[in-house]
């Protein structure tokens, strides 16, 4: 069993130190307890009978987004609420072996409800690659060769950093005008009730109204570490778990797809909150 003195290595009261450190963790028990869902003082609110559907990160799992589309029209057969949103939190593509079947099922707006699409730093990487194809170097990296073969292209220049332009110049070629007009059309941040949906993240000190682009599809650790309030309950993907983390002032449910074949949904009632997961 954990206890503080298996941590500390017992009371030893030749350790001048010893007190410090049983200090130091009680600090951290008190902050882990603040960070805790249990103490929030207000959950966070959605108006009337809504239900909102937050879905994590999918990169390029054409199956699993399958899965998940009947999984939440279950859902909404089974409670029937009066209003209904599905928010997709960004990366789409990328390291998954379909993102093109991602991007043509997305396209078509498969889900039997409104949906909000955001923006992910992987759409934004491989739009930066089509209007600057240095930019490849960097997207190879990133899983953007399994995006490029999944359009059906030839990878081996984009894997060596060759011939970058003629690659993004083949890509341009290749990806229908409905999936470029899906992916024109990603919005970086949504905000339903007491909820704000964005991919990465939002900078701790900054207004939800004033966050950058920037930190909204790249922030991990100075979010991820901070217990400060954000206005609102902050609902993201970007950081992998296992398990979605749910905290006292952000819920990230991306349970890294691609590897563990788990696509999670948040999805949030006017008080209550429950997972959906394939
Ligand atoms: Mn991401």
């Known amino acids: 069993m954990l206890t503080l003195a298996s941590i500390l290595g017992g009371r030893d009261s030749s350790d001048p130190h010893w007190l410090d450190r049983a200090r130091m963790f009680r600090r951290v028990l008190a902050a882990l307890r603040k960070a805790s869902p249990g103490q929030q003082p207000e959950p966070p609110q959605l108006p009337g009978r809504m239900r909102v559907y937050a879905v994590g990160d999918i990169h390029g799992r054409a199956d699993l987004l399958a899965r998940m589309r009947d999984l939440i029209a279950a859902d909404l057969a089974r409670t029937a609420p009066d ?3 599905v928010v997709l939190l960004g990366d789409y593509i990328d390291r998954g072996p379909d993102s093109k079947g991602v991007l043509e099922s997305l396209a078509r707006e498969p889900f039997p409800v409104p949906t909000v699409a955001l923006l992910g730093n992987h759409e934004a990487m491989l739009l930066e690659f089509l209007e600057r194809p240095q930019a490849g170097e960097a997207w190879r990296r990133f899983g953007g060769i399994e995006t490029v073969h999944s359009y059906g292209l030839e990878v081996a220049d984009l894997r060596s950093a060759n011939n970058l332009p003629a690659v ?27 909820y704000f949906f964005c991919h990465a993240g939002v900078r701790p ?30 609902v993201h993907g970007h950081t992998p778990s296992e398990q979605p983390t749910v905290r006292g002032n952000a819920i990230g449910i991306d349970t890294g797809a691609y590897i563990t074949g788990r696509l999670t949904c948040l999805a949030l009632g006017p008080t209550s909150m429950s997972f959906l997961s394939t």
Do not use: Y
């Not at 890509?171 to 007491?194: C, E, N, W, Y």
């Not at 966050?211 to 609102?232: P, V």
């Open 168 to 194: 993004a110049q083949a890509l341009k070629a290749a990806i229908p005008d409905h999936h470029m007009a899906f992916l024109r059309g990603l919005q970086t941040s949504h905000r339903v009730g007491g």
């Open 205 to 234: 000190g900054v207004p939800l109204e004033g966050q950058r682009e920037e930190d909204l599809l790249w922030i991990r650790d100075e979010f991820i570490g901070s217990d400060a309030s954000f206005g609102a309950m902050v």
């Open 83 to 85: 209003e209904a949103l």
